[in-house]
């Protein structure tokens, strides 16, 4: 017999990594974005807002850890409402500065500059404020993410990397990146988990500095511009997900280099594509408009012939819209859904159970940052 100490028990071993599964099903999310782009033509955009919480609703829903699938908790209407917030404090801007350069047409080209960095400042603090927003709408194991922090601090480092950046000509990108995502992860917290990022700059310029020595030739030649993108986003991807911790647990990535290749071409190739046929549909309606006006074509569109043009005008906005509804749907499967998929069948979290015992803290997060990018432009998914 053997005698042991109360309390000596052997420490178990610690848990395999757990993969990450997503269970999506791809003609379902199909239809709901071609629903969603169908009632953003009927509304005038305003559904986006419905469609982007339906989307995200759809991915967190389908993606389990551990067999417990993540939720997502915003709502359209606060989308909305942040839109209408921002919206109220941008347009002045814009207002301004239009009065401005009227007054003073002389300096307009001057005048751009400080509206572009005002812009990129309201950018990057909308980038930050977005990210807050979701994180503290999305829940696993019913305790939810959350970030404190502030916009405006991030926003300053961004334009100060942003700087570095452009002196550099890129090559401080890494670092940008490294530095700015550590900021976002150190305020990043799961219950009482704070997050971190390992991930450094280094490493991710030694995966990829022949791709920024190479990209000037890729921009020239354009069917070579596909890959290297793709090949840059698939190596950011695997270094940004290998960087992240939440507490001791950690995220491992194993995916290659040349994953993306494919989904980056089957959109190319849908939009070469529908182009042609936008550009088959476009004549086939002019030669309609010419023989049953009796106008000749080079004449359809002139001054005299205002009235007999306007069909023509009409078939093209509506040739316009289809071919923006089937880019938005094909964009929206491939590079949201499908590009999803990509990743996390090649992620495994490790020390999963030290999440086992999280309490639940953190507020929740307004929709303005949100809105904020929406009416920039720089919203992330």
């Known amino acids: 017999m053997q005698w042991a100490p109360t309390g000596s028990e052997p420490i178990p071993p610690p848990l395999p990594p757990m993969r990450v599964d997503f269970t999506g099903n791809r003609p379902e999310f199909r239809k709901l974005v071609t629903r969603g782009a169908m009632l953003e033509l009927v509304t005038f955009g305003f559904y986006r807002f419905w469609l982007v919480t339906d989307i995200r609703r759809h991915l967190w829903t389908n993606t389990a850890i551990d067999g417990d699938a993540a939720e997502y908790t915003g709502r359209g209407k606060e989308l909305l409402v942040g839109f209408l917030f921002a919206l109220a404090i941008l347009v002045p801007i814009y207002l301004a500065y239009f009065l401005v350069g009227i007054e003073f047409e002389r300096w307009q080209g001057f005048a751009s500059a400080p509206l572009f960095i005002a812009f990129y400042a309201f950018g990057q603090f909308a980038i930050f404020r977005a990210r807050r927003y979701r994180l503290t709408r999305t829940a696993w194991r019913g305790v939810r993410f959350w970030m ?154 002139g001054p005299d012939n205002a009235a007999k043009s306007i069909p023509m005008l009409v078939m093209m906005v509506i040739g316009y819209f289809a071919l923006a509804l089937a880019v938005n749907i094909i964009m929206r499967v491939y590079l949201q859904r499908d590009l999803w998929a990509k990743v996390l069948e090649n992620v495994e979290v490790h020390d999963i159970a030290a999440a086992a015992d999280v309490r639940g803290s953190g507020e929740l997060a307004g929709a303005l940052g949100e809105g904020f990018a929406d009416g920039l432009d720089v919203a992330g998914f």
């Open 148 to 301: 404190d922090g502030s916009g405006w601090a991030y926003s300053f480092r961004a334009m100060l990397w942003g700087l570095l950046v452009f002196l550099t000509l890129g090559l401080a990108l890494p670092w940008r990146e490294a530095a700015l995502e550590r900021y976002k992860m150190q305020h990043t917290h799961y219950g009482d988990l704070t997050g971190d990022f390992e991930g450094d700059g280094w490493t991710f310029f030694k995966r990829g500095w022949w791709l920024w020595l190479l990209s000037p030739i890729a921009l020239m030649i354009f069917p070579l511009a596909p890959f290297f993108y793709a090949e840059f986003k698939a190596r950011e991807w695997r270094w940004w997900l290998d960087g992240i911790r939440i507490g001791s647990v950690s995220l491992s990535s194993r995916l290659p280099h040349d994953a993306f290749y494919g989904l980056y071409w089957k959109v190319i190739g849908w939009w070469l594509l529908l182009s042609m046929a936008f550009a088959a549909y476009l004549g086939g309606a002019t030669m309609l408009v010419v023989t049953l006006s009796g106008v000749p074509v080079e004449e359809v569109f």
